[in-house]
Every structure is written in structure tokens, then in C-alpha cells.
């Protein structure tokens, strides 16, 4: 097995491989700020969010998460809406599954440059029939939700670094 890992990564390797992570910082640059817009309907969401996007920013960018007026770039986020769709019932008509979508927009500003971006993610999980969604898991699915969106913005911007190589 390890043989085949090993023959995979000189492959990789050999081939130019670079992580999306990478393009992404040619992007965005060594240092980045963020801002969340707080919902004034609901600004509990708000603060998963900055969270989610601030640990995207250390993780998916790789670069360094500074204040505002010292960034390269800085983002920011705004939460279109959050909703929770019923996906699955069991056989008494109750629901178990839900989707959760939460829908941001995000302005990137580098200098005088400003980039605006639509993104989505969504989260399923499932609850007991004839149960409703408790706290934790309302703020668990907008967190995993938010954080695919921000997966899906990081390859947007990833996108852009590849174009401009």
C-alpha cells in the first residue's frame, strides 16, 4: 500500500500538481481581513459564520488573518438567508431529514479591486420523527452549511488564480 501512495505522489509531483489553495493565495495574497455583515434577523447565524470564514481563511487560503487596514484583501460577508427544506419522512408522515442551504454573497476588495461573488452550501442531517430542530443542531447544520459555501467561494477564487497564471 505504501508503495502505491509513494508511486501517487511522484506522479502528482511530476506532473505540476498544485493544490487549489495555491492558486487561491495568488489571489487574495499573504494577508487577508474579514467582515461579516450582522443580521439584524438573526444574528446568531451571523457569528457561525464569521467563524466558519475566518477558519477558511486560515485553512483553505493558507495565508494570514490580519486587520483590516494592514490586509492584502479583505472580504466581505454577508448572509443572503438560511432555510431549512424537510427532505426525508418515515412512514407516519413525520419528517427525519432536512437540508439546510445558506446563501452569501461576498465582496473582495484587493487595493482598488473590488470582486463580488454569489455562493451556496447546504447541509443535510437528520432529526427524530416528530421531533423539531434543537439549537444545536440548527447552529451545527448553518456552520457545515456555511462552510461548504465557503468552500465553493475558495474555488471560485482558486479559479481566477489559475486564469491569471
Not at 466558519?52 to 494570514?64: E, G, H, P, Q, W
Request: charge should be neutral; aromatic fraction near 10%; include cysteine.
Amino acid at each position: 500500500m505504501r508503495y502505491w501512495i509513494l508511486i501517487a505522489l511522484i506522479l502528482f509531483s511530476g506532473c505540476g500538481y498544485q493544490p487549489a489553495s495555491h492558486y487561491a493565495k495568488n489571489v487574495v495574497g499573504e494577508s487577508v481581513s474579514t467582515e461579516v455583515v450582522i443580521s439584524m434577523e438573526d444574528p446568531q447565524n451571523t457569528v457561525l459564520i464569521k467563524d466558519a470564514v475566518d477558519m477558511a481563511v486560515i485553512t483553505k487560503f493558507r495565508t494570514s488573518l490580519v486587520s483590516k487596514n494592514i490586509s492584502q484583501t479583505h472580504l466581505k460577508i454577508a448572509i443572503g438567508s438560511v432555510g431549512f427544506t424537510p427532505l426525508r419522512y418515515d412512514t407516519n408522515g413525520y419528517i427525519i431529514t432536512y437540508r439546510t442551504t445558506v446563501v452569501m454573497s461576498i465582496d473582495r476588495v484587493s487595493g482598488d479591486k473590488k470582486t463580488s461573488y454569489s455562493t451556496q452550501g447546504t447541509y443535510d442531517f437528520a432529526i427524530e420523527p416528530n421531533a423539531i430542530i434543537t439549537d444545536q443542531a440548527r447552529f451545527e447544520a448553518i456552520r457545515q452549511g456555511s462552510q461548504k459555501g465557503l468552500d465553493s467561494f475558495v474555488a471560485q477564487v482558486a479559479a481566477q488564480g489559475v486564469e491569471s497564471k
